[in-house]
């Protein structure tokens, strides 16, 4: 089973849920970018509420992890809307730009 962009999974050993914001040809090696989402946090652009019929909570775009999955036993919880993804990904896009 491979995540993919916009997939809410729960990592066994972690606490929480995270959010994959990695594309899914990256995915494909096994690995993802994720973003945990955490339930009471400050609001601000890098920090983004998503609500889902199963999660409900705010996204830490700054908070980028690399998880191999290959290693990680990972569970999908639920998945974000389309304009979910790309309000999430524009965000962490501009960390990078300048």
Do not use: W
Not at 38 to 48: A, E, G, K, N, Y
């Amino acid at each position: 089973m491979t995540a993919e962009q916009g997939d809410i999974i729960s990592i066994e050993g972690k606490k929480g849920y995270y959010l994959v914001v990695s594309k899914n040809f990256f995915n494909q090696t096994e690995q993802a970018v994720l973003c945990p989402i955490v339930q009471d946090t400050f609001l601000d652009p890098l920090h983004i509420r998503v609500n889902t019929d199963v999660i409900s909570g705010i996204v830490m775009c700054e908070q980028l992890r690399l998880a191999d999955l290959r290693y990680r036993g990972f569970k999908k919880i639920d998945r974000i809307s389309y304009s979910d993804i790309m309000n999430l990904t524009d965000a962490i896009q501009g960390i990078f730009d300048y």
